[in-house]
């Protein structure tokens, strides 16, 4: 079973730039989450899909984050403009309903100059 | 606000000796805990869940054990080898939102 694809695996942007990370799900999962995870720390949940409907969004900095999953399958996330602080890797996740695992993407690992 | 946590940043094991690792958390509401494994470069993997109704669930090699009294779970890893070096998350979940801890950093000792 294909797992969580995530592109690209590295970025290097200077700040003030904008940025865009792609998911694609496991085929069938209709949970998607993306999650930030900062070096040393834990993820820390930033959106979460049911399909291409907005479940959870309270943690999104929607003042320059976005994301969208317009045929509920593929997520883009988006930063504009990137600051500094932004520098970490973003991880995207997805889960089949009715069941308790999420599987995890190997991440975007983004760095802000 | 309500976190969960991991008690200590990191932890030395001798091969073949047993491995526990420790979680507090403080939102009794939480319906099931989980733990993930994260290896350098990679995503958290999941390793076992645990329901909120339970308070010791095994798996291969793996223990988690939960104590709903002090708001605290445990994994234990039995007879740990080189491949289980790695960053040890638990998590929690409310509503399919899943809120993670700091991580503990587990290095195997040859």
């Known amino acids: 079973e294909a797992g ?15 940025v865009a990370f792609w998911c694609n799900p ?23 899909f049911q399909n291409n409907g907005v479940v959870d969004d309270s943690q999104l900095p929607k003042d320059r984050f976005s994301a ?34 999420a599987f995890f993407g190997q991440g975007t690992r983004l760095t802000v100059v | 606000g309500e976190s969960v946590g991991l008690h200590l940043p990191t932890l030395s094991v001798q091969e073949g000796d047993n491995s526990i690792i420790n979680c507090a958390y403080s ?15 990679k995503g958290p993997q999941f ?21 709903k009294t ?11 080898q080189p491949g289980d070096s790695a960053v040890y998350f638990c998590a929690e979940n409310n509503d399919y939102k899943l809120s993670f801890g700091a991580g503990t950093t587990v290095t195997v000792r040859a």
Not at chain 1, 4 to 18: D, F, G, L, N, T
Not at chain 1, 68 to 96: F, H, N
């Open chain 2, 47 to 67: 390793i076992i869940d645990i329901r909120s109704n339970m308070d010791k669930r095994q798996g291969q090699r793996v223990t988690v054990l939960l104590n």
């Open chain 1, 4 to 18: 969580v694809a995530q592109s690209p695996r590295y970025k290097i942007i200077e700040k003030r730039q904008s």
């Open chain 2, 70 to 80: 002090v708001k605290h779970l445990s994994l234990q890893i039995a007879a740990t």
């Open chain 2, 27 to 41: 939102n009794s509401a939480s319906d099931y805990f989980i733990w993930y494994k994260q290896e350098s470069g």
């Open chain 1, 26 to 48: 496991i085929s069938g999962h209709a949970t998607l989450y993306w999650y930030q995870q900062i070096l040393g720390q834990g993820p820390k949940l930033l959106i979460q």
């Open chain 1, 68 to 101: 969208e999953r317009l045929k509920g399958v593929d997520s883009t996330l988006k930063i504009q403009p990137a600051k500094l602080e932004d520098s970490a890797v973003y991880l995207c996740a997805s889960r089949l309903q009715g069941f308790t695992e």
